[in-house]
């Protein structure tokens, strides 16, 4: 079967860094998706690797490792706003998307 | 107005009970999508529609049926629906239905309770 395993809640402090990790097992691969969701609004995309190493938006950066079937979200500065979960979602060679249960990030004054 | 706009933003039904869920794109998009989010689980899709013609079906019970009459208007009908439907119900759109990173954008969604 197809599986993407994520940290269901994680907490950390404003000004801090936070990585969350998504590892993934699908029948192929074209592209994995971070997207951010704010408690009671729509999904945001975040972010989309397909080749492997790292990619940079200001203080949001996410990297891909093909060959061990892992992805990583790197928040820094952290601010209060950045309380949302997390969302990891990888195409498989049908080009369908195969989703994560999402990771809640829990930022503490 | 602009992106994914959905309505209602909360519905409570009956199992007896027929509604419909609304969804508008003024993004100019090719596809649009229904998915299923219920808590702590991954998002479930559940249809997808590219240029008006429904292109999949997960599966999906027929008490839910879709309709799509262009390419910016999607609808979910719902009839005798279970209590285990209840769920926040997520339309989306994308350029196409993508083999590349097409990103999808999502409305904020329809809270469905069903007593």
């Known amino acids: 079967g197809q599986n993407i395993d994520q940290p269901t809640e994680m907490t950390a402090t404003e000004g801090a860094i936070v990585q969350i990790n998504c590892t993934y097992q699908?029948?192929?691969?074209?592209?994995l998706f971070w997207y951010q969701q704010h408690a009671g609004e729509a999904p945001t995309f975040l972010s989309y690797?397909?080749l492997d190493g790292l990619e940079e938006k200001g203080r949001f950066s996410s990297f891909l490792s093909r060959s061990k079937g892992y992805s990583y979200l790197l928040l820094k500065e952290l601010q209060m706003k950045d309380s949302a979960s997390y969302l990891c979602?990888?195409?498989?060679?049908?080009?369908?998307?195969?989703w994560g249960a999402g990771t809640k990030l829990i930022i503490k004054p | 107005e602009t992106g994914v706009t959905q309505t209602p933003r909360h519905l409570v039904m009956g199992m007896t009970n027929k509604k419909s869920l609304k969804c508008e794109q003024h993004l100019g998009h090719n596809a649009m999508y229904w998915y299923k989010q219920s808590a702590k689980k991954p998002l479930e899709l559940m249809f997808v529609?590219?240029?008006?013609?429904?292109?999949e079906n997960n599966s999906v019970p027929s008490r839910f049926s879709p309709e799509c009459p262009n390419s910016s208007h999607l609808f979910l009908h719902l009839h005798t629906l279970q209590p285990e439907d209840s769920a926040l119900y997520l339309c989306?759109?994308?350029?196409?239905?993508?083999?590349?990173?097409?990103?999808?954008?999502f409305g904020s969604g329809t809270q469905l309770s069903v007593l």
């Open positions: 529609y590219n240029f008006k013609e429904q292109t």
């Open positions: 989306a759109s994308s350029q196409g239905e993508g083999t590349g990173g097409e990103k999808l954008f």
């Open positions: 690797n397909v």
């Open positions: 699908t029948s192929g691969f074209n592209g």
């Open positions: 979602a990888v195409k498989d060679s049908n080009y369908q998307l195969i």
